[in-house]
């Protein structure tokens, strides 16, 4: 493994409340125009001061909470100054030598197995800048619009001790926090821009490179390979590698040397004389957390029999562990089982293949599925087919048929003890194969297999395994005689 | 806000105002029909408001600043936007970029500033009251200069949503006025919570002016009658502060060690705030627009270059210095200190006095141009710059004259006793008509 890469993360992310960090404006801007969602505090007009949406600042603590910091009694807004167009009022107000949380950790899954233990440096608060719009390219772009509606919107930035040594290692950071954050229902990740992440990245012994920029959970994972794969190379020229800025381009996979200016900022940081310290003593007291990832990972365990592999993968999500529940809660004990290894396994495999959400798939449905597997009344195969067309129907908004409509509908149920098809598919498989049939009589294994594959791609999967077995050994066994 | 108008229109020789408004219409209330003046950087909806500077030339704001949504709902006529030095920064209103106003009482000297524009307004009779800021004696300056009365609140007592900002940790929005009277019953409109301004607090101002100070301590600070101090000036208010004596009060001398200090302390704290408030003057979403077909930092130095006047700039330059990296702890966390410093002295004073008393102002107003060089003009500002350092309320009130000119008595109070220094000065008001 690549133990001598070293990886810190910041990231940025979108708490989801509803108005914004200093004003009352609407943070539901996605859909709307652009500069419909602002007031004269986030476009920064002259005069206009911030007040303290305490929500967010709930909502924060609730995060700092549940990663194990120390919530400060006292925290500190303080303005960090620089000019850029997106930046109403030329300085962003963040928290900076009192932030409103230090310490704690994040447990995920190490790339040698086992929990390890990520550090975190802190959690601040801070609003989000608005952004520009590129008539043209950034570089040779004919003119920017500005838009003000993110202008304001509430961020905290969670700062990672450098305890990450794969890019795999940091893609698993990034989805057990972004799970974590979704249980204390204070980030949707579903909204475009709601996470931003910032790497920091070193080979052992070289300098560090701050890779900027990073907007997707699978571009953190692309941009730190790339990195490694670059500082690697100039190392293995004899060459230094260069302390810097780098900016990832999502779209070509590589990061790019930020132009020299953009280095040497001087933020000028100093205390938001608009806002008074703030103290959180009894507040953070107060908050009680709900069950967090981890803890529903035990308890999946411990209460449907799932394997720690399958109640990893159902927990690492919310939406996915609901939907688990809800699929089981008619009978926990008669579908569990088999319940984890469709959703784990199966549904997930297929939603990805479709690039799907979840969301469209409602469990009532699902469990339809697994009740007819539980049955037995059709076979694995065709378990897989109905499911194939369950989704493809949700993702073509099509008018759903329910599982066992679908079974019905294609003849998939399960063929039960022999109607004669299954025969006569045998007889054709063996007759069709007289390689096989040779084979099996030489001995070997894999013949009966690849007879059974036969057999099955005749029966379109509806023949019991178990049955086509024990049928065509016996058939296999007459022609011997 | 339907409501009736009045005419307003005045001969504004002295060039007081920078917008008049002619026919201001007024609702009901405390102040039905009264023309009010307002300086021009208090955001008044529909009105430019340009904090006298070619940068926010143009800018009419699409929102009232609490004081005046207080000041229409009291019944107010918004009668004008008076002159100031740019965004406040100046002791004489010489640094506006739409000319200096004259002070009514010598058209060749300056009436004070940074609201001076509100002061002469009201010397020379064109309103009755006006509101001022003050961020280091920019009420307190002007009032002494016309010969007028203006009182710098307690620091969190006034609402500054939609004062542009200058310094923020030390300014604040107050009442200006020909009357201790007048500026007391501005102050009840205008002072109380707002739930826009997260450093105002709830300390509504009720006060009715009491003129009996029979037993009342004041504090008599050496340094205000130190070098520098023009000792006509120290007479008039020694006078004067022999009258209160008359009337009941015992004086104790006393000293502010710490104000040695208190003027870098100041000077570091507000071109620090102003180099980050003022960052935000860029052209893109008001004022003159920068030249679209440059590439935006260059376009942002020309407009800022066109837009801010030189006082205006040296100040953002030594703000933007003391605040960069290394330096912050040499200066602006320094003079943090020294402002807990000067926050100290006045507790320590305070326990035993009621009130401080002394000149508002080193000398008379200057001669127009007469102060050419930035120094000796922060210099005036050493006696004002003490009560925003600590937060603490400070009125001037007319006392006297020397060499024909106005001078200002200063009172100075506890952080939140507004009403103290109010009947204090109206007890001295009332002993001299």
């Known amino acids: 493994m690549e133990t001598d890469v070293i990886v810190g993360l910041e990231v940025h992310c979108q708490l989801d409340t509803k108005s914004k960090l200093f004003c009352g404006c609407s943070t539901d801007y996605r859909s709307d125009g652009p500069n419909t969602h602002v007031c004269p505090i986030c476009l920064g007009l002259p005069g206009a001061m911030p007040v303290l949406n305490k929500r967010s600042i709930e909502y924060a603590m609730r995060v700092a909470k549940a990663l194990n910091c120390t919530v400060l009694h006292e925290s500190e807004f303080s303005r960090k100054n620089y000019f850029y167009p997106d930046l109403d009022k030329a300085y962003q107000i963040t928290q900076y030598d009192k932030p409103l949380a230090e310490g704690g950790y994040l447990e995920i899954e190490g790339d040698e197995g086992g929990e390890k233990r990520i550090r975190l440096t802190r959690i601040h608060v801070e609003e989000d800048p608005g952004r520009l719009v590129h008539m043209g390219n950034a570089e040779r772009g004919k003119y920017s619009l500005v838009d003000y509606n993110r202008a304001g919107i509430p961020l905290i930035e969670i700062v990672s001790e450098p305890d990450m040594r794969s890019p795999k290692e940091a893609r698993k950071f990034l989805n057990k926090l972004r799970a974590t954050l979704e249980y204390l229902s204070v980030f949707d990740s579903d909204k475009e821009g709601s996470l931003r992440v910032d790497a920091n990245i070193s080979i052992k012994g070289s300098e560090r490179v701050e890779v900027k920029n990073i907007t997707s959970y699978k571009g953190v994972e692309k941009a730190l390979t790339f990195e490694i794969t670059r500082q690697k190379n100039v190392l293995r020229r004899g060459q230094k590698v260069d302390r810097e800025t780098r900016h990832f381009l999502e779209a070509r996979g590589v990061t790019q040397s930020a132009r020299s200016k953009e280095q040497e900022h001087d933020y000028r940081y100093f205390p938001e004389p608009d806002l008074r310290p703030l103290h959180v003593r009894s507040w953070v007291e107060g908050i009680v957390l709900p069950e967090l990832p981890d803890a529903r990972r035990e308890r999946f365990m411990a209460q449907y029999g799932c394997s720690l592999n399958h109640a990893r993968t159902l927990t690492g999500e919310l939406k996915l562990a609901n939907f688990f529940e809800k699929v089981v809660v008619s009978d926990p004990k008669g579908l569990s089982m088999l319940a984890a290894t469709w959703i784990a396994d199966t549904l997930i495999g297929e939603l990805n293949f479709r690039d799907m959400e979840l969301d469209p798939v409602d469990p009532e449905s699902f469990t339809g599925l697994v009740r007819l597997l539980k049955a037995g009344t059709i076979t694995d195969k065709s378990g897989v087919e109905v499911l194939r067309v369950m989704l493809d129907q949700r993702l073509k908004q099509e008018t759903p048929e329910t599982p066992a409509g679908i079974v019905a509908r294609l003849n998939l149920a399960k063929t039960k003890g022999d109607t004669g098809a299954i025969t006569t598919a045998i007889e054709e498989a063996i007759n069709e194969n007289q390689k096989a049939l040779e084979d099996y009589r030489a001995g070997k294994a894999g013949a009966l297999n690849f007879l059974v594959g036969q057999v099955m791609k005749k029966t379109r999967g509806r023949a019991d395994p178990g049955e086509l077995n024990r049928m065509l050994a016996e058939a296999l066994q007459k022609r011997e005689a | ?433």
């Open chain 2, 1 to 433: 806000m339907s409501g009736t108008s009045i005419r307003f229109e005045p001969d504004d020789t002295f060039n007081a105002f920078l917008t008049v408004c002619k026919r201001p219409t007024h609702t009901g209330g405390k102040l039905a029909g009264v023309a009010v003046a307002v300086k021009d950087n208090i955001s008044t909806r529909g009105i430019e408001t340009t904090c006298a500077s070619r940068i926010l030339k143009g800018y009419v704001p699409p929102y009232d600043a609490h004081v005046v949504e207080l000041l229409r709902k009291s019944g107010a006529a918004i009668a004008g936007k008076t002159n100031m030095d740019e965004f406040g920064m100046g002791t004489t209103t010489e640094n506006s970029a739409f000319g200096p106003t004259l002070n009514p009482c010598d058209t060749g000297r300056v009436p004070g500033g940074s609201s001076g524009g509100s002061a002469a307004a009201i010397a020379s009779g064109m309103v009755r009251m006006a509101l001022g800021t003050d961020t280091g004696g920019s009420i307190r300056c002007p009032a002494a200069f016309c010969g007028i009365t203006g009182l710098k609140p307690s620091y969190g007592r006034v609402s500054r949503y939609g004062l542009i900002a200058y310094a923020n940790s030390l300014e604040q929005v107050g009442p200006m006025g020909r009357t201790v009277s007048d500026v007391s019953t501005l102050m009840q409109v205008i002072a109380g919570y707002d739930r826009h301004d997260s450093t105002s607090l709830n300390k509504p101002y009720t006060h009715t002016p009491h003129a009996e100070i029979k037993g009342l301590k004041i504090g008599i600070p050496e340094e205000y009658f130190g070098e520098g101090v023009d000792p006509k000036v120290a007479a008039s208010v020694k006078i004067a502060i022999g009258r209160l004596e008359e009337l009941g009060a015992t004086t104790v001398p006393c000293s502010i060690p710490s104000m040695e200090y208190a003027l870098a302390a100041y000077y570091v704290t507000c071109t620090c705030e102003a180099s980050s408030n003022l960052a935000r003057f860029d052209g893109v979403r008001y004022g003159p627009a920068a030249d679209t077909k440059k590439p935006w930092h260059e376009a942002y130095q020309e407009v800022r270059r066109a837009g801010f006047g030189t006082e205006v700039r040296r100040r953002i330059m030594l703000g933007t210095f003391a605040l960069s990296s290394g330096y912050y702890g040499k200066y602006y966390a320094k003079a943090q200190v020294a402002r807990e410093n000067v926050r100290k002295d006045f507790q320590r004073i305070f326990a035993d006095v009621d009130v401080i008393a002394g000149p508002t102002m080193p000398t008379i107003a200057f001669r127009l141009c007469e102060k050419s060089d930035p120094l000796s003009m922060y210099l005036a500002d050493i006696l004002t710059v003490p009560a925003n350092l600590a937060g603490i309320p400070a009125i001037s009130v007319p006392c006297g004259k020397a060499d024909g000119m106005p001078v200002g008595l200063q009172i100075m109070g506890r952080h939140f006793e507004d009403e103290r220094v109010i009947d204090v000065a109206y007890a001295y008001e009332q002993a001299v008509i």
